[in-house]
C-alpha cells in the first residue's frame, strides 16, 4: 500500500493541558436474552483540534457501538455504559445531567451516520430537516432557517442548493444524501465531527469526493474528525492517527504512516495483508483466518489467539495490556517487539 504524505496534524492539547475530546477506559453490554454481550471493552482514545483520528477494525469490533455511545444515542436498555469517561474539553459528559449531555453533544459533537436514507426522514424535504437544528437549537424563523440550509448545501457543494433545499431524500443520489448528512452535522458548528462508514455503498469516485469534502471542511474550520471505517484506503488517504480495533478493544493505535508501514499487532499485520496492493499485481491476497469471535463469549488471554499466526501458551490464558512499544505507538500483544523487527 502507498502511503500518504504526513499531514499537518494537530495542535495537540489546548491552553488548559486537555484534548479536544476523550474517551477513557470505555466499556459498554448489552443484556440480551442469550447472554451478556462485551461490545465495548475499556477503550480509551483521544481527539485534537484539526485532527483526524481512524477507527479501524472488521464488522463488529465495537466501532459504531463506541460512537454511538459517545453521541448518547445507545437504546438503553439493552445496552449500558459500564466504565469509563468521555470528555469534551476536559468534561465528562457522562457525569453530567441528561439535559446538559444532550445540549453538549447537539452544540459540540454531531455524527454523520453511514446509510443516509435510513438516517434522513423521507416525508419532509431536506431543507426542513437542516433546517430544524437551527430552529430548535438557535430559535430562528422557519423562513431564516431554510435560507441558511441553502447555504449549508451549497457549501457542501450540491448543485442548485438554493432550489433543492425543496426537495425530498429519494430525489437526491446516494453521494448527494450523504452531502446532506454532512450538511446537517456543521449546521450547529460543532469542533467534533464522527463520521460512521461515511463512504459505504458509495462508488469509488464519490467516496472520493467526499472524503476530499470533509478534509476541506476541517481544513476550514479546524474542526476534530473520528473516521470510523473498515476501508484501509481511506484511511491511508484521510489519517493522522489510527486505532485499530478487535473484539471490541483496541490491539494498536500510532500515526499513521508507522501504524501501516511496521504494524504492531498481527491483527493489523492480517490487516494490512488482506489488502490488494499495486505492487503485486496476480499474487495472492493473504487472509485472516477463521472469524472475529461472539462478543457474547470472547476467548480467554489474547481474544485474537484463535486466529493468530504467532499464538504461544501465554495468548490462550494472559490477556496483554495495551503498553507503549515505540514512540508513540502501542500494541496490546505480548510478542509486539518480534512483530515490529519482522
Request: glycine share 10%.
Amino acid at each position: 500500500m502507498n502511503l500518504p504524505l504526513t499531514r499537518p496534524g494537530a495542535a495537540g492539547r489546548d491552553a488548559t493541558g486537555h484534548h479536544l475530546l476523550e474517551v477513557d477506559g470505555l466499556s459498554v453490554e448489552f443484556r440480551t436474552d442469550h447472554g451478556t454481550v462485551r461490545a465495548v471493552r475499556d477503550v480509551s482514545w483521544h481527539l485534537d483540534e484539526g485532527e483526524t483520528l481512524a477507527i479501524l477494525g472488521e464488522s463488529g469490533s465495537g466501532k459504531s457501538v463506541s460512537a454511538q455511545a459517545i453521541m448518547g444515542i445507545l437504546d438503553i436498555p439493552p445496552a449500558r455504559i459500564t466504565s469509563g469517561a468521555i470528555r469534551l474539553r476536559g468534561t465528562d459528559m457522562l457525569a453530567l445531567p441528561s439535559a446538559e449531555q444532550r445540549a453538549l453533544r447537539g452544540e459540540q459533537i454531531a455524527m454523520v451516520f453511514q446509510d443516509a436514507l435510513s438516517a434522513l426522514n423521507p416525508v419532509f424535504t431536506v431543507g426542513a430537516q437542516i433546517a430544524e437544528m437551527f430552529v430548535v437549537h438557535r430559535g430562528m424563523s422557519k423562513k431564516d432557517a431554510t435560507r441558511r440550509a441553502g447555504e449549508l448545501m451549497d457549501q457542501v457543494r450540491i448543485p442548485g442548493a438554493a432550489a433543492r433545499v425543496r426537495d425530498y431524500p429519494h430525489q437526491f443520489s446516494g453521494g448527494m444524501r450523504q452531502r446532506v448528512m454532512i450538511a446537517m452535522a456543521l449546521a450547529l458548528e460543532p469542533r467534533v465531527i464522527i463520521a460512521d462508514e461515511p463512504t459505504t455503498a458509495l462508488d469509488v469516485t464519490v467516496q472520493a469526493q467526499i472524503v476530499d469534502l470533509l478534509l476541506d471542511l476541517q481544513r476550514e474550520n479546524g474542526m476534530g474528525i473520528v473516521l470510523i471505517t473498515h476501508d484501509l484506503g481511506v484511511v491511508a488517504e484521510t489519517a493522522d492517527r489510527v486505532a485499530v480495533m478487535y473484539a471490541g478493544s483496541i490491539v494498536e493505535t500510532g500515526g499513521i504512516a508507522d501504524v501501516f508501514g511496521r504494524p504492531a499487532h498481527p491483527y493489523t499485520v492480517g490487516l494490512m495483508n488482506s489488502v490488494p496492493r499495486a505492487d503485486q499485481m496476480g499474487g495472492r491476497l493473504t487472509p485472516i483466518v477463521g472469524s472475529p469471535p461472539s462478543l457474547a463469549a470472547i476467548p480467554p488471554g489474547c481474544s485474537f489467539h484463535p486466529r493468530c499466526p504467532r499464538a504461544q501458551a501465554v495468548c490462550t490464558t494472559d490477556a496483554p495490556a495495551l503498553r507503549e512499544v515505540g514512540d508513540g505507538r502501542r500494541s496490546a500483544c505480548h510478542f509486539a517487539e518480534e512483530v515490529l523487527g519482522a
